[in-house]
């Protein structure tokens, strides 16, 4: 079946610093999904990318799906305490989505 | 508008036992899906319902689970004869048309702890 991998798997930046988590599908996707969810949370939705080499940006965040539509990156610049938890990308498949295990972002300030 | 709900938010019950868990999608959603969440882990899928049939049921782990879902509204998920591994965070989602072209809307989840 479909397989989505993420890493890091968990990634600690000082406040100021870039950060970034890759995505990578065992198949071609239709669409990605970005997730985020903060401790003790529930996934909130970010972001869906269709097209092959889309890019898109929400503020400090942008998100790229590469051309074979196979993987998928997240970007954020110039991290904040605010960024602090879990993303995870979700590749479409057949009916559902296939999560990625997640990249856990923690900010020392 | 409410959101996604389920409860109970917090389940504790003893081996052996059967637990059901209920989610209350957002008004006028079709697709309906179950995940559970292990400790600091992925969300694992269960089990997806397109208004009241479930095309796709691969995700469930054994036939001690199973869901259902009436009116094309709310959902159960229940479980029997609990087992330790069964701990997670089980997470329910719904969105319109089928969510994989579609955001999902996640609830708060309910807890289930086994002793």
């Known amino acids: 079946g479909q397989q989505v991998m993420q890493i890091p798997q968990y990634q600690h930046v000082q406040e100021g610093e870039d950060f970034t988590t890759y995505c990578n599908s065992s198949t071609t996707l239709s669409n990605i999904q970005w997730y985020k969810q903060r401790p003790g949370g529930h996934p909130v939705f970010l972001i869906q990318l269709v097209k092959s080499g889309e890019v898109k940006k929400q503020k400090r965040l942008t998100f790229q799906f590469g051309e074979a539509k196979k993987n998928s990156s997240l970007h954020i610049t110039a991290t904040q305490t605010t960024d602090v938890g879990t993303y995870f990308c979700a590749g479409a498949g057949s009916y559902q989505l296939t999560f990625g295990k997640g990249t856990k972002l923690s900010v020392i300030p | 508008g409410a959101g996604v709900s389920q409860s109970p938010s917090n389940k504790v019950t003893e081996k052996g036992k059967d637990v059901e868990l209920r989610c209350d999608p957002i008004?006028?959603?079709?697709?309906l899906y179950w995940y559970r969440q292990s400790l600091g882990q992925g969300l694992e899928f269960l089990i997806y319902f397109q208004g009241n049939s479930a095309p796709d049921k691969s995700g469930l782990p054994s036939d001690r689970f199973s869901a259902e879902r009436t009116g094309g509204s709310v959902s159960t998920l229940t479980i029997q004869r609990t087992q330790q591994e069964d701990s997670a965070v089980y997470l329910c989602?719904?969105?319109f048309g089928t969510g994989r072209n579609n955001e999902q809307f996640f609830g708060p989840g309910t807890r289930l702890t086994v002793l």
């Open positions: 989602a719904s969105s």
């Open positions: 008004s006028g959603h079709t697709a």
